[in-house]
């Protein structure tokens, strides 16, 4: 039996179940775009701001509510979701079916970085028709970024799903990794806005270095090479850590 049908249908079994959880929904597609509504409306965020590098505070979020999208998506959703089928014993029930469980995984990445690419569509959209904020200007570049930054969010929720063995574990731990994850990414405070020595370590991490990326590219700049390289050797650890550990039962 060819796996292309069967693995078709599971991802169009998982996208059925996703659009049953309005919580998933929410915070995911909701969230981040209500956030960069909520601070836009704020007068002196809509002002130029010589610690944004005279840009506008709100321009600066944009980026930060686009990362946040996919932090929802890597870390808090799909590591839930993984671990809940193998609690309950859905991936060893499928081992042993046509649909083998990494038709399941692969739907699972799937569905979740595109929900997060679609979030992210949803911040600039907003922003721009919104707040007037400019649409990045190196698109190529931003689009290369944000790619790169969702395949690490999943690398990251694959490991911590591969480290759980319940989804109350997941959940805990996508909550420890949950808020450190925003604050590399500019929620409380936007990456340009650091001080030097600060910008520098979270530049070391994923999501700092793809709050850089994403700067970078939306001022009309290459994303350099640094920042998207730190990406790349975040997915590659993340990987080979998830793959390590991950068991189906």
């Known amino acids: 039996m060819s796996t292309l049908p069967v693995n078709t249908a599971v991802l169009r079994s998982e996208v059925r179940l996703f659009r049953r959880e309005p919580g998933s929904l929410f915070w995911i597609l909701g969230f981040p775009t209500l956030l960069l509504v909520i601070l836009g409306s704020i007068p002196s965020f809509r002002e130029a701001d010589p610690s944004f590098g005279g840009l506008r505070p709100v321009d600066g979020y944009v980026p930060v509510s686009v990362l946040l999208g996919l932090i929802m998506a890597g870390i808090q959703a799909m590591p839930q979701t993984l671990t809940g089928y193998r609690e309950r014993g859905i991936l060893r029930r499928m081992s042993t079916t046509p649909v083998r469980p990494v038709a399941l995984l692969s739907a699972q990445m799937l569905l979740y970085g595109g929900a997060a690419l679609v979030s992210a569509l949803l ?127």
């Not at 996508?174 to 910008?199: D, I, K, N, R, Y």
């Not at 070391?204 to 730190?230: I, K, R, S, Y």
Request: net charge positive.
């Open 123 to 249: 911040a600039l959209t907003v922003g721009r028709f919104a707040f007037d904020v400019r649409l990045p200007r190196q698109g190529f570049g931003y689009a290369l970024a944000l790619l790169l930054a969702v395949v690490a969010a999943l690398a990251l929720g694959a490991l911590i799903s591969a480290l759980s063995r319940s989804a109350k574990i997941a959940g805990a731990i996508g909550s420890a990794v949950f808020f450190p994850a925003m604050f590399c990414a500019g929620v409380w405070m936007p990456v340009q806005t650091m001080p030097e020595v600060l910008a520098r370590s979270v530049g070391l991490t994923p999501f700092g270095a793809a709050a850089e990326a994403l700067n970078q590219a939306a001022a009309g700049d290459w994303p350099g090479w640094g920042h998207l390289g730190v990406l790349v050797a975040w997915t590659v650890l993340l990987t080979a850590g998830a793959s390590r550990w991950f068991r189906w039962e």
